[in-house]
């Protein structure tokens, strides 16, 4: 696994809080739609980021993500400020699964795999048996679909790939952006039990990103709901799951929850 404890420029060795936020304002063009955000995933521990479209979920992401510069606060993601280097937040073990899937239609499943891993890890014989070892582990019917173009696949083939190949990485931390999105629950429910599982075997730290609020309450240990940008209700899966009027009203005018 990457290590996490790594020290580098603004960096701080990172103890278990693998995300730490505070005050953070998060927007585009220097324009805020995320406020006052004081935000903790440690690891081992699966976090849902909920709320309503526009509630400013992707945009916590991306910042986290370091493909968004944060506008003001403190943020940390492993020890340190993500800036915009998402490729060194990579290096050191961050794994995003964005809302699109991030997938080239045109390679197979294989050659993204490869990919995730590096090309020169991958093409030594110890980087093929790990691709191949994260495969059969998590998902073993991507087997038979390894030369095929993930333009071919199905969706919820496709989102399996998405979330392998993160996984390929090793990540300390991996942040879902809608992974259940346009899925059958079953399948849905199959990919957040992958998470789980590597969560508690590997420490794993999730931010999960999602609409289907209960799907993701399952799972989570801990929940953050969105609203315009701020945070309007946070507290422990149960807590979230037990209090079903007091989350409605925390979406948009009480929006019923799938
Ligand atoms: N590239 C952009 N430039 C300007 N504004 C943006 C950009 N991307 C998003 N926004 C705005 O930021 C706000 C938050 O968007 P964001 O995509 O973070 O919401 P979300 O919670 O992920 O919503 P959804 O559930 O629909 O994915 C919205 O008002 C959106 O219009
Ligand atoms: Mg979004």
């Known amino acids: 696994m990457t290590d996490p404890n790594v020290t580098g420029r603004g960096c701080s060795a990172a103890g278990p809080g693998v995300i730490e936020t505070s005050g953070l304002a998060a927007g ?24 309503p479209n526009g509630a400013g979920k992707t945009t916590t992401l991306m910042t986290l993500a370091g493909l968004l510069p944060p506008i003001r606060g403190q943020v940390r993601v492993l020890g ?8 060194r937040l990579a290096r050191r073990g961050v794994a995003l699964v964005p809302e699109d899937r991030g997938l080239f239609p045109g390679l197979t499943v294989a050659e993204h795999l490869r990919l995730a891993r590096g090309r020169e890890a991958a093409n030594r014989a110890g980087g093929r048996r790990r691709v191949v070892a994260v ?25 399996m790939l998405a979330v392998c190949r993160a996984l390929a990485t090793d990540p300390v931390l991996l942040m879902v952006d809608e992974m259940s999105l346009g899925l059958a629950p079953k399948v ?18 999730v931010l999960l990103v999602e609409q289907h609020v209960h799907l993701a309450l399952e799972v989570a240990d801990r929940g953050y709901v969105l609203s315009h940008g701020e945070v309007v209700m946070q507290g422990q899966a149960s807590y979230l799951r037990d209090n079903r009027g007091l989350l409605a009203s925390a979406y948009l005018g009480g929006t019923a929850l799938t």
């Not at 340190?80 to 490729?87: L, V």
């Not at 998590?138 to 993930?150: A, D």
């Not at 849905?188 to 794993?204: D, F, I, N, P, Y």
């Open 80 to 87: 340190c400020a993500p800036g915009r280097h998402p490729h």
């Open 135 to 159: 495969v059969d582990e998590h998902f073993p019917e991507l087997r038979r679909l390894m030369n095929q173009p993930c333009g071919l696949l199905s969706g919820g083939e496709q989102q």
């Open 28 to 51: 585009h063009a220097g324009l805020p739609v995320v406020r006052n955000l004081d935000l903790r995933v440690r690891r081992g521990e699966i976090v849902a980021l909920l709320g």
């Open 188 to 205: 849905a429910h199959r990919l957040l039990s992958v998470l789980r599982r590597v969560a508690v075997e590997r420490e794993m730290a």
